[in-house]
Nanobody, 124 residues
Framework: EVQLVESGGGLVQSGGSLRLSCAASGFIFDDYAIGWFRQAPGKEREAVSCINIGDDTTFYPDSLRGRFTISRDNAKNTVYLQMNSLKPEDTAVYYC?????????????????WGQGTQVTVSS
């Protein structure tokens, strides 16, 4: 059974940092790309960052490049999202997702598996 379990969310003040974790199981980690997405109330789900596990290719939207960093630990089958200089507009539920296409994709519908999400709230 494929499982993606996010953790690390919480409440942080503006300017603070959080590191989210996505623990994967039930599939061959190296054969997938993992994406982080977020969804704020009333807004569409948007790609935050993606990494292709096999070759470390990464994607960041221009608006988040430099503040967010994605990384992976193959020994733990875990992908991390380090978020720095957080802003109130970063407040959202953050999800990790997996796609078997081995390419970084920013389109949520192309991901086959999703975690349950973790809430990130940034206070001003």
């Amino acid at each position: 059974e494929v499982q993606l379990v996010e953790s690390g969310g919480g409440l942080v003040q503006s300017g603070g940092s959080l590191r989210l974790s996505c623990a994967a199981s039930g599939f061959i980690f190296d054969d997938y790309a993992i994406g982080w997405f977020r969804q704020a109330p009333g807004k569409e789900r948007e790609a935050v960052s993606c990494i292709n596990i096999g070759d470390d290719t990464t994607f960041y939207p221009d608006s988040l490049r430099g503040r967010f960093t994605i990384s992976r630990d193959n020994a733990k089958n875990t992908v991390y999202l380090q978020m720095n200089s957080l802003k109130p507009e970063d407040t959202a539920v953050y999800y990790c997702a997996a796609n078997p296409n081995r390419v970084v994709l920013r389109i949520a519908s192309l991901y086959d598996y999703w975690g349950q999400g973790t809430q990130v709230t940034v206070s001003s």
